[in-house]
């Protein structure tokens, strides 16, 4: 039996506008995942430059963090056997107009022709870059 993780999800700031955060929690709920910690907040420039701190040089990293810093975001430290592999299915492919019917992107997330992809999530992509993640975003959970 795997061990049990933790991860890091965001609900962008797209999805905070548009009232989809029960329905983001909702999915996550359904599928079996435990809900460890939660805060809705508006992120300033350091934390996202610590968070996004691996895309440094990038062109696309002015406009990823002038949107994340466009409204509040809905942080989340998610619980479960296999959670990282299985949020990121459950968030689809980062461009929506590819992800798949049926995944958060699938289904809420559309191509806005927007400067950076407003696609309603972010959930951590490793051990490694959850526990960096959960640490920036919720340093009491250490």
Same mark, same amino acid.
């Given at each position: 039996?795997?061990?049990?993780? @933790?991860? %890091?999800?965001?609900?962008?700031?797209?999805?905070?506008?548009?009232?989809?955060?029960?329905?983001?929690?909702?999915?996550?709920?359904?599928k079996g995942y435990?809900?460890?910690? $939660?805060?809705?907040?508006?992120? *300033?420039?350091?934390?996202?430059? =610590?968070?996004?701190? /691996?895309?440094?040089?990038?062109?696309?990293?002015?406009?990823?963090? =002038?949107?994340? %810093?466009?409204?509040?975001?809905?942080?989340?430290?998610? /619980?479960?056997?296999?959670?990282?592999e299985g949020v990121?299915? %459950?968030?689809? $492919?980062?461009?929506?107009?590819?992800?798949?019917?049926?995944?958060? @992107?699938? *289904?809420? $997330?559309?191509?806005?022709?927007?400067?950076?992809?407003?696609?309603?999530?972010?959930?951590?992509?490793?051990?490694?870059? $959850?526990?960096?993640e959960i640490a920036?975003?919720?340093? *009491?959970?250490?």
């Amino acid at each position: 039996m795997s061990e049990v993780q @933790r991860t %890091l999800v965001l609900v962008k700031p797209d999805g905070v506008r548009r009232g989809l955060v029960g329905q983001v929690v909702g999915r996550i709920e359904a599928k079996g995942y435990r809900l460890v910690a $939660a805060q809705l907040r508006t992120a *300033d420039a350091a934390l996202l430059g =610590e968070h996004y701190g /691996e895309h440094a040089g990038r062109a696309f990293l002015g406009p990823l963090v =002038e949107f994340m %810093l466009s409204g509040p975001v809905l942080a989340v430290v998610v /619980e479960g056997h296999r959670v990282i592999e299985g949020v990121r299915v %459950l968030s689809g $492919a980062t461009d929506p107009t590819l992800a798949a019917p049926g995944s958060i @992107r699938g *289904d809420l $997330a559309c191509d806005t022709g927007a400067p950076v992809m407003e696609n309603i999530i972010h959930a951590s992509d490793s051990p490694g870059s $959850a526990a960096r993640e959960i640490a920036l975003w919720f340093p *009491d959970l250490g």
